[in-house]
């Protein structure tokens, strides 16, 4: 197998033809807003023309979801693919070509979606094309969801159909993003494959202090709820959740060691062998963002509000402090330890929107060993670890309900690329176009060692 998957990686074969046909249709659609179904109508015409049952289902007007059903023999349940297609807007970004045309420049391709996560959505399509079109049947169905409204929240997308659709993408194992592919700045080879385990999770918190309003110029003595806010909003900046080595992030924690320099690099390196970070340790890992965020529960001020004119005296001063935290802590021990830092009654703490979450995905299984075997049929000794994401993806609607959802990487891309937020999110998303092929045919491997 080795040998054959060795030569076919010389020359471009049909199914990465197509996925990238169908990436630049998806490409050219924006839908940063909304228009999800305009994006999917060309592709539920290209299901339906290889007679794979397929259909657009709309959470609201323009929000459609893509589902479609390759049958397998029905030996195992399905195995269940799924993308998203709505982007993040590019309004305010310093874009250096358009962001809804897919424009190809030094090797690279540009455009918004081109690695979160457009590219991973017409893979999994052309995969799901090419299993519809050969013979023998696989011993699962395919069922490929490409979403709606994951950027906000998954409401329009994969929580709506695993809360009203349930049975159309009911399977036993699910592939997302929430992985990733990371190739050398040079791009000469694959340096890792990650593997999403686990996500924090995602809770915001409204603080709000009561005044009494009035004209500002004669402003409180006693009390005012500005100033008594700020205070708590300082405790929360100052305040340091418990530093933890989970067993579903130890080995991004050690992956990230090999990439840092000293003293990071040893302080990382030492918590994934203990499985615990001294304070000397955390003392130079809680200074840097990302490593940071690995070890522990973190809450970060984002929005404040107060009088809605100048010379008005607030009658609320309010705030929203954004929480990622650690599987295993929970929404409540968050907003006590919120309320503890704060120690002042007059401030109220109350949990905003429930966005949804789930326990991890089991690290080992048949996920992790076709993962390996595909990293090790492509690109030979690479390291494959597991990760846990800071952010949040639709995964955590999938494994509410049973399924479990592995994280992977679509398009493989540099770490140079992220940090310089050429990435996800960023203006001039882009990906190396030489590496865009392995991308469809590393998860065209995995798909198919989990469903022959
Ligand atoms: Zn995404």
Known sequence: MLLALTCAALAAGPVETEA??????????????GNETAALRPLLARFQRAGVQAQIL????????????????????????????????VEGQPWSVPPFQPTEKDGYL??????????MASAFAAIALEAARSQPKLGRDLIV?????EETGGLAGARWLAQNHRDLIDAELALNEGGALIVKPDLSRMESVQIGVAEKIFQSYGLSVKGKGGHSSVPPTDFDPVVTLSRALQ???????????????????????????????????????????????????GKDRLANAQVRTTCVTTMLKAAP?????????????????????TREQTQARLAQAIADPSVEVKPLEDIGFAKPSPISGPVNEAVHAAARALWGEVAVSHSMGTGATDSRHLREIGIQSYGLGGAPGTQEDQRAGRAAHGADERRPIRWMGEGVRFLREVTLQLAR
């Open 20 to 33: 990238r046909e169908i990436l630049d249709q998806l490409l050219r659609v924006d839908a940063s807003h």
């Open 58 to 89: 709309e959470s609201a007007p323009g929000r459609g979801n893509l589902v479609a059903r390759v049958r397998g023999s029905g030996a195992r349940r399905p195995l269940l693919l799924l993308a998203h297609v709505d982007v993040v807007p």
């Open 110 to 119: 540009y455009a918004r979606g081109v690695s979160d996560d457009k590219a």
């Open 145 to 149: 969801a490409l979403t709606a409204g």
């Open 235 to 285: 405790r929360i900046g100052e305040l340091r959740f418990p530093a933890k080595v989970l067993p579903e992030s130890r080995e991004g924690i050690a992956l990230m060691a090999r990439r840092e320099k000293p003293p990071l690099s040893t302080a990382l390196e030492r918590a994934a062998q203990t499985g615990t970070v001294s304070p000397e340790d955390d003392a130079v890992i």
């Open 309 to 329: 004119q100048d010379n008005v005296l607030p009658t609320t001063a309010e705030a929203t402090v954004n929480c990622r935290i650690l599987p295993g802590e």
